[in-house]
């Protein structure tokens, strides 16, 4: 008889829609689609105010990841596809949206969903993905003044936190609680490399390390390598972090710890950023080709 | 505005930051690379700007530490601290001596 496998990595997927938008009165119908190599997001805004959205697993598909995040989004409306005036997509499948008008970069996105998301306070921004990391620095607008992505490592990324999270068998959600139940906070894991990582992680484990004494020091040396590439573009309050390892307490606080103040909290998922700001950059799409048909 | 491009691995930290504020988009910088790890293109950053900007090819961008170790003659010590030599060396690179703006700069 076959053991069903846990797959601890699994974080959920969700959708949401706003009980108090009645899209058809609004006059601006847009959309972002952020198709990320790990996950992918729909969102849907009328008139530049957050009204449905979907956060998904990226299939092997970007086309199909697309037209499946955009489904989810709607699904709890009746809303269609006809009546999305202007789509944007963005993330590491951004030429692969079918319903998109316009690419635009993640980086560009990110940062002016950041400013939704956060409020015009902030100046610097962490997007921790999937498989990559960003620094952003912006202005008021949401506009980039700065920008630094590493996508070459898994250190620092989503991936590396599933491939612990796999390891010492936690739920991807639990890790940052059970991280914070050590007394005396241990000297970080290598935090060059999750290969070897993995490996210190196992040593460890055997000396009779507890798991939660093992995920201090692995996001401890996570927030010490997201710390390095936000030295390079300056940090500059307001902060906030962005993807989906912002919902990781274990690493947030440790980041705080290193910079000396905290990030703003935030009011929404924290994977929206990248489609949120591509929904903004949609509408105001739709508003100049209005314009330009007179 | 500051493109940071390139990288940060086991090895270091490998980056080349263009500064598309003074980036008039000349391609100055794509004849001087013997290796073609610049390009002109849209603005990364920027949607709403017109204007070419010069930013490091996509294809390069994991590997611009092997792409630029030609010139980089200056890289004698395997530690990759800055010494008197090297923050010499980085003003003599042929991309940044090119750039009519000084707008490109190496981090290593």
């Given at each position: 008889m076959a053991?069903?496998?846990?797959?601890?990595?699994?974080?959920?997927?969700?959708?949401?829609?706003?009980?108090?938008?009645?899209?058809?009165?609004?006059?601006?119908?847009?959309?972002?689609?952020?198709?990320?190599?790990?996950?992918?997001?729909?969102?849907?805004?009328?008139?530049?105010?957050?009204?449905?959205?979907?956060?998904?697993?990226?299939?092997?598909?970007?086309?199909?990841?697309?037209?499946?995040?955009?489904?989810?989004?709607?699904?709890?409306?009746?809303?269609?596809?006809?009546?999305?005036?202007?789509?944007?997509?963005?993330?590491?499948?951004?030429?692969?949206?079918?319903?998109?008008?316009?690419?635009?970069?993640?980086?560009?996105?990110?940062?002016?969903?950041?400013?939704?998301?956060?409020?015009?306070?902030?100046?610097?921004?962490?997007?921790?993905?999937?498989?990559?990391?960003?620094?952003?620095?912006?202005?008021?607008?949401?506009?980039?003044?700065s920008f630094l992505m590493n996508d070459k490592c898994a250190a620092g990324t989503g991936r590396g936190m599933e491939v612990f999270s796999d390891l010492l068998t936690v739920s991807i959600n639990e890790v940052g609680a059970m991280s914070l139940e050590v007394e005396v906070e241990p000297e970080p894991v290598s935090s060059t490399c999750v290969i070897f990582a993995k490996t210190e992680a196992t040593g460890l484990l055997r000396q009779g390390w507890p798991k939660n004494k093992v995920l201090a020091a692995y996001c401890r040396a996570m927030a010490g390598r997201v710390n390095e590439l936000l030295q390079r573009v300056g940090v500059e309050k307001d902060f906030a972090i962005t993807g989906g390892i912002a919902k990781n307490k274990g690493v947030v606080t440790r980041i705080e710890t290193l910079l000396g103040f905290t990030a703003l909290p935030p009011k929404y998922d924290t994977q929206l950023a990248g489609a949120v700001g591509a929904a903004l950059f949609a509408k105001g799409l739709a508003e100049k080709e209005r314009k330009a048909k007179g | 505005?500051?493109?940071?491009?390139?990288?940060?691995?086991?090895?270091?930290?490998?980056?080349?930051?263009?500064?598309?504020?003074?980036?008039?988009?000349?391609?100055?910088?794509?004849?001087?690379?013997?290796?073609?790890?610049?390009?002109?293109?849209?603005?990364?950053?920027?949607?709403?700007?017109?204007?070419?900007?010069?930013?490091?090819?996509?294809?390069?961008?994991?590997?611009?530490?092997?792409?630029?170790?030609?010139?980089?003659?200056?890289?004698?010590?395997?530690?990759?601290?800055?010494?008197e030599e090297s923050v010499e060396g980085m003003k003599k690179l042929p991309c940044v001596v090119a750039c009519e703006t000084r707008a490109i700069s190496h981090s290593w």
């Open positions: 053991e069903e496998k846990k797959e601890y990595w699994r974080w959920l997927e969700s959708n949401w829609t706003s009980p108090d938008i009645d899209w058809k009165k609004g006059d601006v119908i847009s959309a972002g689609v952020d198709v990320g190599s790990v996950s992918t997001q729909a969102v849907i805004m009328v008139d530049g105010q957050l009204y449905a959205y979907a956060n998904m697993r990226t299939g092997s598909d970007s086309p199909n990841s697309a037209r499946n995040a955009f489904a989810k989004a709607l699904e709890n409306t009746d809303l269609t596809e006809k009546d999305v005036e202007y789509c944007v997509g963005t993330g590491y499948g951004r030429v692969n949206v079918p319903m998109a008008q316009r690419a635009i970069t993640e980086i560009a996105c990110h940062a002016r969903g950041a400013n939704f998301m956060y409020g015009p306070t902030v100046r610097t921004v962490l997007d921790m993905g999937g498989q990559d990391c960003k620094a952003i620095r912006i202005d008021d607008k949401g506009k980039v003044e | 505005m500051l493109a940071n491009y390139g990288y940060m691995d086991g090895a270091g930290s490998y980056f080349i930051t263009i500064d598309t504020d003074k980036c008039n988009g000349c391609g100055k910088c794509i004849t001087a690379c013997p290796q073609s790890v610049f390009e002109t293109g849209p603005d990364d950053a920027d949607p709403l700007r017109d204007e070419p900007v010069a930013k490091v090819a996509a294809e390069q961008r994991k590997k611009i530490r092997y792409a630029c170790a030609s010139c980089k003659q200056y890289l004698t010590s395997l530690s990759g601290v800055k010494t």
